[in-house]
Each structure stands twice: as structure tokens, then as C-alpha cells.
């Protein structure tokens, strides 16, 4: 069973899908602080000097001036400020892997069409294999090519 497991763990896809899966989440966190520490305090100070990752909706009743002193008190909220950074988070992971993917098949060769193995009898119009020399449909005889 060990030598199967080895065995399993060792093939390329898996090894590859390892090294996919490490390689976005450390992409993910440069994602992540491309939106807080980038872009997310621009959009904040075009809007009135607003830090986005501190918007919450307080549930409680009782005024809390910020959301760490609410979070501290036990109070419910709703911190949509931190779901609207996670939203632009993923809108722009989503547009970089777009824009890599397009610019990788770009540059990907595409592969020669493959060489017919038929060809149409001009009399009937019958998929003939190409070496033949008489139609199986019509048994007219074709012209050498």
C-alpha cells in the first residue's frame, strides 16, 4: 500500500497540481496586498477618507465608533467593509489569471491540421479512403492525384 501511495504521489499531475495549488495561494496574498495597501486607500480617499476593511453594520443597538471596539465588546455585526475588500480581491485575481491565460495561449503554437485520410469522389461525392483507386459507392474509377 505504501509503495501504491508513492507511487501515486509521484506522478507529474499531482506534483503539478501541488506545485499550482502553493504557487496561487502565495499569489493570492500578493493579490490581497495589492487591494489593501494599493488600491483600496485611493478608492477610500476619494470617497470622503473612508478605510474600507472598517465599514461594519452594528447589530446591537449600542454605538461602537469603530469595528475592533465593537468586535471587543462581543457586539454583532456585520463587517461588509472587509466583504467588499475580499470581492475586489477576487475580481482582480480573476482578471490577472484571465489576462495570464490569454497572453500563455497567445503564444502557444497550434498544432498542424492533420492530413486528410479521405477524399470525395467527384461523381457520387463519397468519403473515399485517399489511396484508393475506384469508388466503393459508385465503382467509378478516380483520377490519380
Not at 478605510?51 to 463587517?79: C, H, M, Q, R
Not at 486528410?116 to 483507386?133: G, Q, R
Amino acid at each position: 500500500m505504501l509503495k501504491e501511495f508513492k507511487e501515486f504521489a509521484m506522478r507529474g499531475n499531482v506534483l503539478d497540481m501541488a506545485v499550482g495549488i502553493i504557487i496561487g495561494a502565495a499569489f493570492g496574498r500578493i493579490v490581497t496586498s495589492l487591494v489593501n495597501d494599493v488600491f483600496m486607500p485611493p478608492i477610500g480617499l476619494l470617497m470622503g477618507k473612508v478605510d474600507f476593511s472598517s465599514l461594519f453594520w452594528n447589530l446591537s443597538g449600542t454605538g461602537y465608533t469603530s469595528l475592533a471596539e465593537a468586535k471587543k465588546a462581543g457586539a454583532p455585526v456585520i463587517g461588509y467593509g472587509a466583504f467588499l475588500n475580499t470581492i475586489l480581491d477576487f475580481i482582480l485575481v480573476a482578471l490577472v489569471i484571465f489576462l495570464l491565460i490569454k497572453q500563455v495561449n497567445r503564444f502557444k503554437k497550434e498544432p498542424a491540421p492533420a492530413a486528410p485520410n479521405t477524399k470525395d469522389c467527384p461523381y457520387c461525392l463519397s468519403a473515399v479512403p485517399i489511396k484508393a483507386t475506384r469508388c466503393a459507392h459508385c465503382t467509378s474509377q478516380l483520377p490519380v492525384v
